[in-house]
């Protein structure tokens, strides 16, 4: 992971020299000893996280396409009321993601696409508001779940 942090902080610096160098070394261990500190990252965390990068970036791409569309929803709600189903409602669920990282993931998807917000996440529920209940019915379905249990299943198969 050090390696990584430090390339990334050479290629955004834009320039090399001594001070560039020892800076970016001294940033990039104490991110490194952060991570493997606080997240429990083992020494060879670093390696996932690059066989994870492609779905990571599937999976962004995928997260800004709902955005859009439920900002479109959204919208549409504000500017036509009477389309708008029901008030708001609380939505509890299980998820099967085992990893807590992924669960954080969903909650945070949910909670960054308009219309959701993620209230709850203990364990394997989630509790989710919802703007109305067209929103409230594409919780338990939505298409998030599916790609976060593939980057599980990429890691342990």
Avoid at 42 to 57: D, H, N
Avoid at 59 to 77: A, P, T
Avoid at 128 to 157: Q, T
Wanted: glycine share 10%.
């Amino acid at each position: 992971m050090f390696f990584l942090l430090f390339l990334i902080w050479l290629v955004l610096n834009g320039r090399v020299d001594l001070e560039v160098v020892l800076t970016g070394a001294a940033v990039s261990a104490a991110l490194t000893w952060l991570a493997r500190v606080v997240l429990h990252l083992p020494p060879w965390g670093g390696l996932r996280l690059i066989r994870r990068l492609p779905r990571v970036f599937l999976y962004l791409f995928y997260l800004f396409g709902q955005v859009v569309v439920s900002n479109l929803q959204v919208m549409e709600r504000i500017l036509f009321p009477h389309k708008r189903k029901g008030g708001g409602r609380l939505v509890w669920f299980r998820t099967d993601l085992k990893e807590e990282g992924t669960r954080l993931t969903l909650a945070n998807s949910i909670t960054l696409t308009p219309g959701t917000v993620t209230v709850s996440l203990k364990g394997d529920r989630l509790c989710v508001h919802a703007l109305d209940e067209e929103f409230a019915d594409g919780i338990k379905d939505n298409g998030f779940a599916p790609r976060l249990e593939r980057w599980e299943e990429g890691d342990h198969g």
